[in-house]
């Protein structure tokens, strides 16, 4: 999935800049795509990283393999400043802004990632007696510790990139598209946090005194959670199309 929706990308990325479908199909404009722009490493870069992760993937097994699909997944995720607004910015400013947004995308892979797992782990335990049920209690604790640890990254993390835009917030966020399309994005992650303090604090406690109804409750709550995280994702791609001084 990395792979094709890298190369989505960038055949997207190659049919703007030519304005021409028919561009695909020509080996010299993929060629002075990417070779001969400023963009055209990154680009290159992004496709390696994502070849190299599908062949470990598909061809590889264990500990060690896994390990490096993570540091390759990471870097892939990093890459994406290479080719968006952040590639706009003046260096040495730029470099504060990509450790800024790969904090930011970091910790949406984690956040994101980890509910998916989660959510396994829970589905698995459903046969479990409600007293049973109470050794989800160390994945459940360990989870909201990465997890408040994530949502921090994706705070600071985004809010250095919207500064790093230059304009004045009100104006930006109340008088373009892009800004709007911001706060509909914050207003989805307010909605996750709200729920992860729903389960953290409310959810977590009964699952502990050994509830029937509380099992229920945490596994629909982070089923919810994962359809605003897509919506969220939906949202962030939506932003990249659009331009934060118009």
């Not at 989505?8 to 060629?31: I, Q, R, Y």
Request: charged share 10%.
């Amino acid at each position: 999935m990395a792979l094709i929706s890298t190369l989505a990308w960038a055949a997207g990325a190659l049919v703007t800049m030519t304005g021409d479908p028919s561009s695909l199909w020509e080996a010299g404009d993929w060629s002075a795509f990417l070779f001969e722009t400023s963009f055209g490493s990154a680009w290159v870069a992004r496709i390696m990283l994502g070849v190299l992760m599908t062949t470990i993937v598909v061809a590889t097994r264990g500990r060690s393999a896994f390990a490096v699909i993570v540091a390759l997944a990471a870097s892939l995720l990093f890459s994406q400043a290479w080719v968006g607004h952040v590639a706009s910015i003046a260096v040495p400013i730029r470099w504060a802004i990509t450790i800024a947004y790969a904090l930011h995308v970091w910790g949406a892979a984690v956040w994101f990632g980890g509910l998916i797992c989660l959510l396994l782990v829970m589905t698995g335990s459903r046969r479990l007696a409600p007293l049973e049920r109470k050794s989800l209690e160390p994945v459940l604790e360990r989870f909201s510790s990465v997890g408040l640890a994530a949502v921090l990254a994706i705070l600071f993390g985004g809010a250095i990139n919207v500064a790093a835009h230059g304009n004045p917030l009100p104006s930006m966020l109340l008088d373009s598209g892009w800004g709007r399309t911001l706060l509909v994005k914050l207003a989805l992650v307010a909605a996750m946090i709200a729920l992860a303090c729903v389960n953290r604090f409310l959810l977590m406690p009964r699952l502990s005194k050994g509830e029937a109804s509380a099992f229920p409750a945490l596994v629909r709550s982070v089923v919810f959670e994962q359809v605003l995280a897509v919506t969220v994702l939906a949202v962030t791609a939506t932003l990249g199309i659009l331009d934060p001084s118009n």
